[in-house]
């Protein structure tokens, strides 16, 4: 067999010989070609890559860590409200989806983060950018409570540092978001070496960015979708048996109807921060059981079982959808999310719903209702529930809405 082989290659043109081995990945170390071992040669024109003035086909191994960021493994679900639906809105209807494998931040954006974000906008861009990324600290103050510690105390306080941030409108969550993806991107060039190669190609504001042929960078920091974040806060992989059995639903982001850990030493703890009744946001001194009157630390609460914290109560966090009472029956089934009006335009609605102008937006600019979602230290625990939704003007802020960031993963079909 052996002198068989050797008589075949030696019967073949070099030239031809180096397209079949590279066309077929061998010059890469053997097999099929794959993304991280592409060979020497292309498959299917048999040029060799990397060559002076030829393509370029950078190392790659896989796709980079982003800080914070937890793996979320996709699949089939079911989406839609599985708590009783009290306000009888009928918006969130249950329906089997699937949704493809992505990263979301582990925790809530923290104060922190943010002063960190003000720090560098800036250092880097003009001051009217830097008004527009402020919080709105005033959504703390009320006239017949006095709230004013936290106006003046919530974001800047050392003791606040990694308690979620709030007053962050959707606009500025976006925001937030473009400016992690150049600063982490800028930071894995660096530690690749490539800086200096793409230097200024990313920049706050700028509409560059270090390419993504390079191989050394993220795909771009987003707010997850509303699909997305329900079923991470779901988090079903928790509930697996043999094979693509789910034991049960559940109802919040931990197991059973109950909200006080049923195990071992932290027995009888509340497992959310959320408000308990009209009137009792902690408990009672000396037994201050929730650990919080209003937003906590960022760790507080067990992850759930995709090592997501405080995916119920703290803060409500806004997602990417629009909100439509029927986004259920219109959107897709695979990665669904509703980006704007289509199939469901604004007319018909009240002003509830209104997408244009207002005192607090740009003249004629689209002013949209976006999905929030999680329940928050001020919601009653109906609102932890993974398939409940509120939504809110994409301008406005409160005391109870945070966020977190999700960001694809790239480069699998899984």
């Known amino acids: 067999m052996k002198k068989f082989v050797n008589a075949f290659l030696s019967s073949i043109p070099i030239c031809s ?17 794959t993304s991280t071992s592409p060979g020497a040669f292309s498959n299917t024109t048999g040029l060799e890559f990397n060559e002076d003035g030829g393509f370029q086909v950078n190392q790659y191994d896989d796709q980079p860590q982003a800080p914070n960021m937890v793996f979320i493994e996709g699949g089939r679900t079911v989406l839609g409200s599985f708590e009783e639906d009290v306000l009888y809105s009928r918006d969130n209807i249950e329906r089997t989806v699937t949704v493809a494998s992505f990263y979301m931040d582990e925790t809530e954006i923290a104060n922190i983060n943010w002063l960190e974000y003000l720090f560098y906008v800036k250092l880097d861009s003009g001051e009217e950018y830097y008004e527009r990324a402020l919080p709105d600290t005033t959504v703390w103050a009320k006239d017949l409570a006095f709230n004013d510690p936290y106006v003046d105390h919530y974001l800047r306080y050392p003791g606040f540092r990694y308690f979620p941030v709030v007053g962050i409108n959707w606009r500025q969550a976006n925001d937030y978001c473009s400016w992690r993806t150049s600063v982490v991107n800028n930071r894995l060039a660096e530690q690749a070496g490539l800086l200096d190669e793409f230097a200024g190609a990313e920049s706050s504001g700028g509409n560059q960015r270090i390419p993504l042929e390079s191989g050394v960078v993220v795909p771009n920091f987003r707010l997850p979708t509303e699909a997305e974040w329900e079923y991470a806060a779901q988090a079903l992989i928790g509930t697996q048996y043999q094979d693509e059995n789910q034991t049960h639903r559940r109802l919040y982001p931990w197991d059973g109807h109950a909200l006080r850990n049923p195990y071992g030493k932290a027995m009888g703890s509340f497992l959310a921060n959320f408000k308990r009744g009209r009137g009792d946001y902690a408990g009672i001194a000396g037994r201050l059981n929730d650990g919080a009157m209003v937003t906590t630390y960022i760790y507080d609460y067990p992850p759930n079982d995709f090592g997501l914290y405080n995916m119920a109560g703290n803060v409500n966090e806004w997602v990417q959808d629009v909100y439509r009472p029927l986004s259920f029956q219109d959107v897709e089934d695979l990665n669904p999310v509703r980006r704007d009006s289509f199939l469901d335009s604004e007319e018909g609605y009240d002003e509830n719903y209104s997408f244009i102008g207002s005192e607090s937006s740009t003249p004629g600019e689209e002013r949209r209702v976006r999905v929030y979602k ?14 409940t939704r509120r939504y809110l003007f994409e301008d406005s802020a409160t005391s109870t809405i945070g966020f977190r960031c999700a960001m694809i993963r790239a480069g699998t079909n899984y």
């Open 17 to 33: 010989l180096a397209f079949c081995l590279g066309g077929c990945g061998l010059l890469g170390g053997g097999g099929a070609p």
């Open 374 to 387: 999680g329940g928050s230290w001020s919601d009653v625990a109906y609102w932890m529930s993974p398939g």
